[in-house]
């Protein structure tokens, strides 16, 4: 059955780093989105993306995140100076227009920010 | 404003008791409410979802859950507890394709011996 992956599993930066958070959906899937999970809270949303833009974001998502799909099959999130807040696991997930409203998450990257 | 609640950060039931984890939605559309597991260092996999038709719809691992619009909770139910049912379990809610989920604060299920 087709998955959701993310890559690396475990991110540790040092503060005021860039990191790049990857992902791949599922191929045929359309729309995709980024959620975060701070350790012992609910899972956040922070942004959608859809035909190549930004379709809907979060008060979370400010100036320090992009996202980019820079080819057919990978889906980035980046952090351009990172936060000792910005701990937490991200989750990347797709969805197909045509096959209903349900997402399919990724297993997750867990970023420690010290 | 679109809100979940579940009701019970913390669930214990015995092996083989009936298993209610309690969901409620805030929401001027119609709502598509979806249940998720997540197990340990692990990602969320979907449980069931409602989006239309019959309102008592049925997941994987013999869970069930019933869309009541009047009373605006989708809880989540099993008629026996498996010891590998103990997770974390979040209620979703969205309103289109492609918006995001809300989602609530998850409930973490134990199952006693």
């Known amino acids: 059955e087709p998955e959701v992956t993310q890559t690396p599993s475990h991110q540790v930066t040092q503060m005021g780093q860039e990191v790049i958070l990857r992902c791949v959906p599922i191929?045929?899937?359309?729309?995709f989105y980024w959620y975060r999970q701070i350790l012992g809270q609910k899972v956040e949303f922070l942004v959608s993306?859809?035909?190549?833009?930004?379709?809907?974001k979060s008060e979370i998502f400010d100036d320090q995140f992009s996202v980019e799909r820079p080819d057919g099959s990978n889906f980035t999130l980046k952090i351009r100076s990172t936060k000792l807040e910005d701990s937490a696991m991200y989750f990347c997930?797709?969805?197909?227009?045509?096959?209903?409203?349900?997402?399919?998450f990724g297993p997750g990257t867990r970023l420690t920010v010290t | 404003a679109q809100s979940v609640t579940q009701l019970g950060s913390h669930v214990s039931v015995s092996e083989g008791a009936l298993v209610l984890l309690r969901c409620n939605y805030s929401?001027?559309?119609?709502?598509?409410l979806f249940w998720y597991v997540q197990y340990p260092n692990q990602g969320l996999q979907l449980l069931l979802k409602?989006?239309?038709?019959?309102?008592l719809v049925k997941g994987i691992n013999g869970f069930e859950a019933e869309f009541k619009k009047s009373e605006t909770s989708f809880h989540l139910t099993k008629p026996s507890a498996h010891m590998s049912d103990a997770a974390e379990y979040f209620c979703?809610?969205?309103?289109?394709?492609?918006?995001?989920?809300?989602f609530g604060t998850g409930t973490s299920l134990t199952v006693i011996p």
């Open positions: 997930a797709s969805s197909d227009p045509q096959g209903g409203y349900e997402q399919y």
């Open positions: 993306f859809y035909n190549n833009e930004i379709s809907e």
């Open positions: 929401s001027s559309v119609p709502p598509y």
């Open positions: 191929s045929n899937h359309l729309y």
């Open positions: 409602y989006t239309t038709g019959a309102t």
């Open positions: 979703a809610v969205t309103f289109n394709t492609g918006n995001q989920f809300y």
